[in-house]
């Protein structure tokens, strides 16, 4: 079971842009498609985005399309999630894990970590 470690996130103005990081703690993310997911309170968890095991095929909710771009470099093992023209409803907890394509479903083994937080405010 991989671990991940999330990184990247902050509190920014609307309009603005963020670049998260998800990495592995103890082992590799080569060999996994791998999936970013948002939490806000109260709400539940959703998919933002997945990326297949050789960065060529790339999924999107529609909330995020055009926005945010996940991109992956198996040489450092990382998996990034580029986020542009953040908006209020973007705020939340977000998370990395492994998951299926082509529709984005965390794999029955996936692990969530302390995930990292998006905060936007003016």
């Known amino acids: 079971q991989v671990q991940f470690v999330e990184s990247g996130g902050g509190s920014v103005q609307p309009g603005t842009s963020l670049k998260l990081s998800c990495a592995a703690s103890?082992?590799?993310?080569?060999?996994?498609?791998i999936g970013w997911f948002r939490q806000a309170p109260g709400k539940q968890r959703e998919g933002v985005s997945c990326?297949?095991?050789?960065?060529?095929?790339?999924y999107y909710a529609e909330s995020v399309k055009g926005r945010f771009t996940i991109s992956r470099d198996n040489g450092k093992s990382t998996v990034y999630l580029q986020m542009n023209s953040l908006k209020p409803e973007d705020p939340a907890i977000y998370h990395c894990t492994t998951v299926r394509v082509p529709h984005c479903i965390p794999t029955l083994d996936h692990s969530w970590g302390q995930g990292t937080q998006v905060t936007v405010s003016s």
């Open positions: 990326i297949s095991t050789d960065g060529g095929n790339t």
């Open positions: 103890g082992g590799s993310l080569d060999n996994y498609a």
